[in-house]
Structures are given as C-alpha cells and as structure tokens.
C-alpha cells in the first residue's frame, strides 16, 4: 500500500517528534515489525488500511526492528509484530501477534478510538437556560424511555446547571456502552475536577493566595480547576503550566495529570492544540 497522510516510517531520528510528542496531540499506535516475519507481513495491511479509515483518528507508526534495533530494544520487544500504543506522551497499551481485523477494531474502540472525523461539538440553543434544557430533556425521556442517549444529553445538562450530583447519578445508570462515548468521558472528567474542588477556597481568596506567594501550587491546582469549569479555559490552562514549568515533579507530578484531564474535557481543538504543543515544550 502506498505511503499515506495516516501511517509513517518510524526511525531513531523522528521517534520522539513524531511518536511521542505527537501522542500528544492524537494517539500513535507504533507497530514493530520485520520483512522475514509472516505475521508481521500479514498484520501490516490491516493496521495501514484501518489508519486510513480511521482518518486521523490516530497515526500509525512503522517501526522497522532490523534497521531499528535500538528502537526495539528501549521498548522491550521480544515478539513480533508488537504494537504499542501511545497516548499523551506514554505508552498505554499494546498487543502481539497478527490480530485480525475484528481485534485492532477492538482494541482502538477500548481507547475510544474510533473511525472518521472527531464528533463535532454539541450545539446549544442559546436562548434555552441550563434548567429550560434540563426540563426538555426530562419531558423528552418521558415521552421516549429507551432512546438512552437523551439520558447522556441530561447528564451534561444536569452539570451545566450546577448539579453535579445528579449528573453523576445520570451518567453511572447509562449502559457500559456509552462508557467510551466522546460526551461520556468529557462529562466523566468534568465531575472529576468538580470532586477535586470540594471545600475548596472561593476563586477570590485562591487569587489572593496565588498572588501573595506564586510558589503556592496548591492554591495555583484549585485555582486552575475553579477557572477552567467557570469557563475560563485558557487561564485555566495556565495554571496547570506554570506549576509543571516551575516544580514539575509537584504532587508526583499533578501538573501535567491535570492538563492531561483538561484536554480531554474540553472541546476546543484549537485551544488544546496550543496547549498540547506548550506542554510538549516544557516536558521535551
């Protein structure tokens, strides 16, 4: 198959701004392989034909192990094929041996991985409130019980209303389908920072503290997280990276767990883009 926007030749020269870096951005799956092993050789295609289909979704990674045994050997490979996925920088997961088709398809969609184009961002009625939408939701499951995804529609509702608690009841009842849904782990996320912020101090007193000692990460972490669910993303953001700029190994690293968290929340390509590329320069 011909060389594709989608797949690549992986060496020791463009490893880590090609695999790892831009596992920041979208998910690398990184396929050691070699030309004298016929399951590799059957593997290959598969992989290349899903990294099309996909269409960036995630990248494939080639990596040859007998021109790049260095490679092969940082990673610890001892089979072959072995395919490694990275994600925001690290290794997640991988499998050996020729899966078939069926198998890479499911091992991408446990990582939420999925074919086409991202799912577009949820349009909001702007002249509805958070309660208005709440209580069209609620008449909307009355009239149709088993059109579950209005149930996640009223999770993200419940949260943008301040109801966190509910949301949370909402989103444990649905089926474990929904549990790599793109909605699913954006809310999941959000309730986890809303946790993060119980007994907190007020946004004003976190600002007072952050301006009276700029090494106070504590107040700097809440204060990030009160900004990025008030809706202030970027200055959010900013937050996160000047801890991980200043103390990078702060609370094993929180820093960089909660831009991570963030990116995954937030459905601002653009902003994440420019945030993903400002960690990588910090962390490379």
């Not at 990025?228 to 959010?236: K, M």
Request: proline share 4%; with cysteine.
């Amino acid at each position: 198959m011909a060389e594709s926007a989608h797949f690549f030749d992986a060496t020791q020269e463009n490893f880590e701004n090609e695999v790892i870096k831009a596992s920041l951005q979208t998910p690398v799956l990184v396929d050691f392989w070699a030309e004298w092993c016929a399951p590799c050789l059957q593997l290959k295609p598969v992989l290349e034909k899903l990294a099309d289909e996909y269409a960036g979704a995630f990248r494939l990674a080639k990596v040859d192990t007998e021109a790049e045994m260095q490679l092969a050997s940082i990673f610890g490979i001892r089979s072959l094929p072995t395919v490694v996925l990275l994600k925001d920088g690290q290794m997640i997961d991988g499998f050996m041996g020729a899966l078939p088709e069926a198998g890479v398809r499911e091992f991408l969609a446990k990582h939420a991985i999925h074919p086409g184009a991202p799912e577009p961002a949820e349009t909001i009625d702007l002249a509805e409130t958070p309660a208005e939408t709440v209580n069209r939701l609620q008449q909307e499951i009355a009239a149709q019980p088993d059109k579950t995804e209005l149930k996640l529609d009223l999770a993200l509702a419940l949260m943008q209303s301040g109801n966190a608690a509910a949301a949370e009841a909402e989103l444990d009842a649905l089926p474990a389908k929904f549990a790599t849904d793109a909605k699913a782990v954006r809310l999941r996320g959000q309730l986890d920072f809303a946790r993060a912020l119980e007994g907190a101090p007020s946004k004003a007193e976190l600002l007072q503290r952050v301006e009276h000692d700029a090494a106070d990460h504590a107040a700097r972490d809440l204060l990030g997280i009160r900004l990025l669910l008030d809706g202030e993303a970027a200055a959010g953001l900013d937050q996160f990276l000047h801890v991980l700029k200043t103390q990078r190994d702060w609370q094993d690293g929180q820093a960089k767990k909660r831009l991570i968290a963030a990116f995954h929340v937030l459905d601002d390509a653009d902003l994440v883009g420019t945030y993903r590329r400002k960690m990588a320069a910090v962390l490379f």
